[in-house]
């Protein structure tokens, strides 16, 4: 079992986790009625639920290993006001996202994963606004922020090292044009699309620096039994494998979201030549 590919996989599946496998929730009523898509769609905005938090959890299989728990997803939308001068408070939206390792997956290389993700995002425009993001691995810690220059069309992203405060940063940065989005605000942002069977779009992601464009398509609409009941759902592949994309090597993707207006994503399967890790929603709530 290649160690640096699951590893790969648990860290960055925060787009999938769904591209999602798992999570996001609809932009608030009282933010704006429509955003438009980098391919100029105009799209209708469902209600995002301040104080929504999901609850996925991952299986990994492989040969004789059948669905062995390996990690948790945790999601969280917020909402901000933040002050402004003399002028109206700006309101943002901020997705956090939580990925921890688990079970076999600790046992077996003695190492505990955890990234903890805080995006910022614009209402009006669904852009993500700016990106924290706090990386362990075991002893090895990473601190990370990318701000996005909406009107310069240009990402920074900056990491350093806690355990070595003296230690130069690595700074990188990326130009882009449209609408841009992390890891975890593409989550949201797909589900807000009009998904139906048959239609495709593009999602620019931004991570660590580096921009991607991910293809994403509608597949098909059938019953499933989740944690919500036995509810319509649509499938959605999105492509995060291959050269210049989020994950390298070969493997599928597929996430499960519910066949209503909230899109909330109930299911994700990843097949690779590691093996299948299925991502499913343990628990749905809205705090306030």
């Given amino acids: 079992m290649k160690f640096k590919y699951i590893r790969q996989f648990v860290l960055r599946l925060v787009i999938a986790t769904a591209v999602g496998t798992a999570v996001g929730t609809a932009v608030g009523t009282a933010a704006v009625s429509t955003v438009r898509a980098q391919t100029n769609l105009a799209l209708e905005v469902n209600p995002l639920t301040a104080g929504e938090e999901l609850v996925f959890e991952a299986e990994f299989s492989r040969a004789v290993l059948r669905k062995v728990d390996v990690a948790d997803f945790h999601f969280r939308t917020r909402r901000?006001?933040?002050?402004?001068?003399?002028?109206?408070?700006?309101?943002?939206?901020?997705?956090?996202?939580?990925?921890?390792?688990?079970?076999?997956?600790?046992?077996?290389?003695?190492?505990?994963?955890?990234?903890?993700?805080?995006?910022?995002?614009?209402?009006?425009?669904?852009?993500?606004?700016?990106?924290?993001?706090?990386?362990?691995?075991?002893?090895?810690?990473?601190?990370?922020?990318?701000?996005?220059d909406q009107t310069a069309g240009k990402v920074t992203w900056t990491e350093r090292d806690p355990n070595n405060p003296r230690q130069e940063p690595r700074v990188m940065t990326a130009s882009f044009a449209g609408t841009i989005h992390d890891v975890v605000s593409a989550i949201y942002f797909m589900r807000i699309q009009p998904l139906e069977v048959g239609k495709s779009f593009d999602i620019q992601i931004s991570d660590s620096g580096r921009i991607y464009q991910l293809p994403v398509k509608v597949v098909e609409r059938r019953e499933m039994k989740t944690l919500l009941g036995r509810i319509g759902v649509v499938r959605v592949d999105a492509d995060i494998f291959g050269e210049d994309r989020l994950i390298r090597g070969k493997g599928k993707f597929s996430i499960w979201l519910s066949d209503d207006a909230r899109h909330i994503p109930v299911r994700a399967d990843l097949s690779t030549d590691v093996g299948k890790f299925e991502i499913k929603l343990k628990k749905a709530s809205v705090m306030p």
């Fill in 80 to 148: 901000d006001t933040v002050p402004n001068g003399a002028g109206a408070p700006v309101i943002s939206w901020r997705l956090i996202g939580d990925v921890t390792s688990k079970g076999i997956f600790s046992k077996l290389f003695n190492l505990r994963l955890h990234e903890h993700i805080e995006s910022s995002v614009d209402p009006a425009t669904f852009s993500v606004l700016r990106t924290s993001k706090v990386d362990e691995q075991g002893k090895r810690v990473r601190h990370s922020e990318a701000i996005f």
